[in-house]
């Protein structure tokens, strides 16, 4: 992979970042009503406004309070809590772990599962295996994420007592949240590898590679993969952003301290510079995830580079 190639790609992100930044920012302006009076009631004092709006910045020209908000967050920096006055970088810094751990081991699990699946119905297409496993994976799609949550609660909790049922006691607490949110998104993979498989195994160099006398296995896994997987990377790196964005329920069923629950505390309590602060990071996150997809692009297919 050349150089040129990763310092394109990531100039290319830096305006995507100043736009996100931007979008974050103005949350806060453009919800309906005054964040001061839904922070303070219809019948706070002007003192008490005036003073909320000084803590909160508002008092300022609209272009100051972006321009400190984005060197702020370049700081890491990204404000107080108006509930709780704490830095609200260090409310994340202690819940991001979590988050991320449910996330990254809910990827591992739909990938450990979804592109073996997809790989065995694309390789047995239309028999009675295909079908099965394209049913698991529909069920995986249309499962409700908070439905799953409870049944693996009641029968590896309630009944079998492996797992703590809520709340944070080390990394058995992360099992089921991350099993819950694997086994969703590895029917979504499993559908997109069928599917990219099915196409290449049609190709002329594909049928070529089988009249040579090729085993099955190498042509599948050295010929059929590789160019196969691009789309479903493509999925991998999405998923992953809205794992850290979308594991709000799940967060929530098992009381998980992630970085999801912080925003909703947030929202439930109208601390807004919280919500931002929280928005910000997984919008950062998700926008880091598709550069990374990106540059697996070039690594992947040589061509994606030279273009």
């Known amino acids: 992979m050349s150089y040129t190639y990763v310092i394109r790609r990531i100039a290319a992100v830096i305006p995507i970042l100043i736009g996100v930044s931007l979008l974050v920012f103005l949350m806060i302006h453009i919800i309906p009503g005054d964040p001061v009076y839904l922070l303070l009631g219809d019948f706070a004092t002007d003192e008490a406004v005036a003073a909320m709006r000084g803590r909160l910045g508002l008092d ?7 321009l400190d908000f984005i060197s702020g967050a370049v700081r890491g920096d990204l404000g107080r809590s108006v509930i709780t006055n ?22 591992c699990l739909e990938v450990l599962i979804g592109i ?15 079908t099965l496993a394209m049913i698991a994976a529909l069920l995986g799609v249309s499962t409700p994420s908070f439905w799953l949550a409870l049944i693996l609660m009641l029968i590896f909790s309630v009944n079998l007592g492996w797992f703590p049922i809520s ?44 009249a040579k006398g090729l085993a099955e296995q190498v042509v ?32 929530t069923v098992f009381a998980v301290p992630g970085v999801a ?6 929202i439930n309590r109208r601390d ?36």
């Open 167 to 210: 709340g944070y006691i080390g990394w058995r607490s992360l099992v089921l949240p991350s099993l819950t949110l694997g086994l969703l998104f590895a029917g979504k993979i499993a559908r997109m590898t069928r599917s990219s498989c099915l196409e290449v195994m049609r190709q002329d160099y594909v049928r070529t590679a089988r």
């Open 116 to 130: 073996p699946l997809g790989i065995f119905a694309a390789v047995r297409h239309r028999t009675g295996w295909d």
């Open 220 to 251: 599948i896994f050295k010929h059929v993969l590789k160019n196969a997987l691009i789309p479903v990377i493509t999925l991998i790196g999405m998923d992953f952003g809205a794992l850290l964005g979308g594991a709000i329920i799940t967060e």
């Open 272 to 307: 807004f510079p919280m919500v931002q602060g929280v928005v910000l990071l997984v919008a950062v996150v998700f926008v880091v995830a598709n550069l990374v997809v990106d540059l697996a692009y070039a690594f992947l297919d040589p061509r994606v580079r030279y273009e």
């Open 261 to 266: 629950q912080l925003a909703i505390n947030g």
């Open 86 to 107: 704490r830095h609200i970088s260090a409310e994340i810094r202690n819940r991001f772990p979590v988050t991320l751990r449910i996330a990254a081991v809910a990827v």
């Open 60 to 66: 300022r020209p609209l272009h100051v309070q972006y």
